[in-house]
């Protein structure tokens, strides 16, 4: 399997796509909510399948967390221009229109690309536990000097386009159930990349608060349904399909993102 076959996506330019559902007769559909759904590959819903063909290279998935909140919920609007591969730049380059004074609520997962995440899993697959710890290593320095800022940045641009919605910003799983050993990358690679994790999340829900907006941990929701595990929400390298390897799965999404998004929502 060549290098650049196992090139995860990377960012793209996001195109509209809302879905408009009516009003149900409940008292948040009464109440107006209009939801906005921002952000990457774990927001899109790579990995859940049954791509929305108008989303192009985006990969929507009607099974994200986010479509299927609207499904059970029944928003006055939903929009989503959450897209595979998407940094903090790209949302508030391509992203931002689907907010406005009338936005009510707004989810987001971002930042992970912001310091190679995609890159960093590729090479920890064909390069190595050397080259994949101190990749992790040079990530997470980059993540402590570089992400609070941009994630301020974008977190900031939200509430300039959307000062009147609630903001539900969400991590990352752990990819790994660190008491297992499996097939696949060494077990000092997978602490690793673990700890990455973590200190994204760490970070990211550091921004979100001094943001004022929610932050929910989905780390916790994912215990036991990690790669490893026999029941995982996870995918791990899918050489069939590349880009959803380490993406949540159709389950991922309504049980481990679902949950935590609507108790924040």
């Known amino acids: 399997m060549s290098r650049s076959s196992l090139t995860l996506k990377l960012g793209v330019g996001a195109t509209a796509l809302a879905f408009s559902f009516v009003p149900a007769l409940s008292a948040r559909a009464a109440g107006g909510v209009t939801y906005a759904a921002l952000g990457d590959s774990y927001s899109s819903g790579v990995g859940a399948g049954d791509y929305i063909d108008s989303s192009g290279a985006c990969d929507r998935s009607p099974n994200a967390y986010s479509a299927l909140w609207a499904q059970q919920h029944s928003p006055s609007s939903y929009t989503s221009l959450a897209c595979s591969g998407a940094k903090t730049t790209d949302v508030i380059a391509n992203q931002l229109g689907a907010l406005s004074t009338s936005t009510t609520l707004v989810s987001i997962t971002i930042g992970g690309n912001d310091v190679g995440f995609s890159r960093i899993m ?67 690679s997978r602490t690793a990349i673990d700890s990455g994790i973590d200190l994204i999340d760490s970070i990211t829900g550091t921004a979100a608060t001094q943001a004022g907006f929610t932050y929910g941990d989905v780390r916790s929701s994912f215990d036991g349904h990690e790669i490893c595990d026999s029941d995982r929400w996870l995918h791990s390298v899918n050489f069939l399909d590349i880009e959803e390897s380490y993406h949540p799965t159709a389950e991922g999404q309504a049980n481990g993102y679902l949950p935590v998004f609507a108790a924040k929502a």
């Open 122 to 188: 590729q090479d920890c697959i064909l390069d190595g536990t050397t080259t994949c710890v101190n990749e992790v290593n040079a990530a997470k320095a980059d993540a402590k000097a570089n992400l609070p800022g941009k994630l301020a940045t974008v977190y900031n641009a939200i509430k300039s386009k959307a000062p009147n919605a609630h903001v539900v910003v969400l991590g990352y799983p752990d990819f790994y159930d660190l008491s297992k050993d499996c097939v696949g990358i060494s077990q000092e």
